[in-house]
């Protein structure tokens, strides 16, 4: 077997050693396994790392040595309880924790210490492979912790839009008749629950089809022309994406003109979310009815841009 092969095949099986904490927390099992891996991490490095260790008893119990010890002892408990905290969060945030024995993941890292061994025997390596295998772990563990936070990650922005996705399932069954009292009441429902910039996105994505449902629009120029709103998402450009789902509906427009000028006196920094003034004007004269809200907003632009 050539080297390269073993090379690849020692850091799948070294993998392993991260795997297992990792999938114990996504297996919700208690953080008193933290100890158990810091043990099997430690014992991986006395198979695969013994040049780093005393040879005889007596060097054990050296201040120094023993100092060495307890770091190695803390670095481990800490990369071990980091990869455990991520499986966690993993599996809180999706819902479901996965249904895993608990005999598993120990398992699991345990065995990368003979597979591991048995692809590359650390007495016949040359220093330069010694140092080079060195780099090449602690890139696999920077990689799994990269990896770790990027599932993580994923999964609170799933978990977000899931919770964004059920408001949007309610504003859009509701009756043709309902009034913007009712799509305001379920938005500040929402609020507590959700993340204003998810909710918009989940909002906007059918509401912007080609059959997209006008609560829907509505809803979108509502949550994007609050005021708390404007002002948390500066420079998201929310307020021109409310201006584009109004579309050519007289009525939208004059409720995004009105909600707009509303936002602008107490948030006068979302003046950079608005749509073009010119654009806005043009607007106006093609729709009598919104065109008085449409350039009284425009009015007010000019005068926050002269201030």
């Known amino acids: 077997m050539s080297a390269s092969i073993r090379y690849r095949l020692f850091l799948v099986t070294a993998a392993l050693l991260y795997m297992g904490p990792l999938i114990a927390g996504l297996a919700g099992l208690g953080w008193q396994m933290i100890p158990v891996f810091t043990l099997i991490f430690l014992l991986w490095l006395l198979v695969m790392r013994p040049a780093m260790w005393p040879r005889q008893a007596a060097e054990w119990l050296t201040p120094r040595m023993i100092g060495k010890v307890l770091l190695w002892i803390a670095l481990q408990a800490a990369v071990v309880a980091f990869c455990f905290g991520i499986g966690r969060g993993i599996g809180g945030t999706m819902g479901a924790l996965a249904d895993v024995p608990t005999w598993v993941p120990p398992l699991m890292s345990f065995m990368a210490i003979p597979l591991s061994r048995i692809f590359w025997n650390p007495a016949h390596a040359s220093p330069d492979v010694v140092e080079f295998l060195d780099h090449a772990t602690l890139d696999?563990?920077?990689?799994?912790?990269?990896?770790?936070?990027?599932?993580?990650?994923?999964?609170?922005?799933?978990?977000?839009?899931?919770?964004?996705?059920?408001?949007?399932?309610?504003?859009?069954?509701?009756?043709?008749?309902?009034?913007?009292?009712?799509?305001?009441?379920?938005?500040?429902?929402?609020?507590?629950?959700?993340?204003?910039?998810?909710?918009?996105?989940?909002l906007a994505e059918p509401a912007a089809s080609h059959r997209g449902n006008a609560m829907l629009r509505r809803a979108f120029i509502l949550l994007a022309t609050d005021t708390d709103v404007a002002g948390q998402l500066l420079g998201r450009g929310q307020l021109a994406r409310a201006f584009d789902l109004a579309g050519e509906d007289a009525g939208r427009l004059q409720l995004f003109a009105e909600r707009s000028m509303a936002a602008l006196r107490q948030r006068h920094m979302a003046m950079m979310d608005t749509p073009p003034i010119q654009r806005m004007r043009d607007v106006a004269k093609r729709h009598p009815a919104a065109g008085p809200a449409l350039l009284a907003l425009t009015d007010q632009m000019d005068l926050l841009n002269n201030a």
């Open 140 to 202: 696999l563990a920077v990689q799994a912790e990269a990896d770790a936070s990027r599932l993580q990650a994923q999964a609170l922005a799933d978990g977000a839009r899931a919770d964004c996705l059920i408001w949007v399932n309610r504003i859009a069954t509701l009756p043709e008749g309902a009034g913007d009292t009712t799509i305001l009441r379920l938005l500040e429902a929402a609020k507590p629950q959700t993340d204003a910039m998810a909710l918009l996105d989940s």
